[in-house]
């Protein structure tokens, strides 16, 4: 069983900054990606950021050069840092990972249950 704790939405005025943090933890043999997706009131849940085992990343155009994603591959946690809010990026946020249970098997994605992050004044 894989289990992703979330931790440090909140409420933020605009302009201002957040870090998320996600742990993983369970019966993962190897991890390929981490990322974070949203989903705003009304909204499609969308790819906010991913970052792979290699620290490759990868962003939506709509947070480039304000978001950072980070992992610390020793404590299997991503990070997003998160700069410059917008009142657009109010959001739940859900961490997920992709990987595999067992090297016999196809890699399986997890998600987390989401944090609320609310950017307004």
């Known amino acids: 069983q894989v289990q992703l704790v979330e931790s440090g939405g909140g409420l933020v005025q605009p302009g201002g900054s957040l870090r998320l943090s996600c742990a993983v933890s369970?019966?993962?043999?190897?991890?390929?990606?981490m990322g974070w997706d949203r989903q705003g009131p009304a909204k499609q849940r969308d790819l906010v950021a991913t970052?792979?085992?290699?620290?490759?990343?990868n962003y939506a155009d709509s947070v480039k050069g304000r978001f950072i994603i980070s992992r610390d591959n020793a404590k299997n946690t991503v990070y997003l840092q998160m700069n410059s809010l917008k009142p657009e990026d109010t959001a739940v946020y859900y961490c997920?990972?992709?990987?595999?249970?067992?090297?016999?098997?196809?890699?399986?994605?997890?998600w987390g249950q989401g944090t609320q992050v609310t950017v307004s004044s």
């Open positions: 997920n990972v992709r990987g595999y249970t067992d090297y016999r098997s196809p890699f399986d994605d997890f």
């Open positions: 369970g019966s993962l043999v190897h991890i390929v990606a």
């Open positions: 970052i792979t085992s290699g620290h490759s990343t």
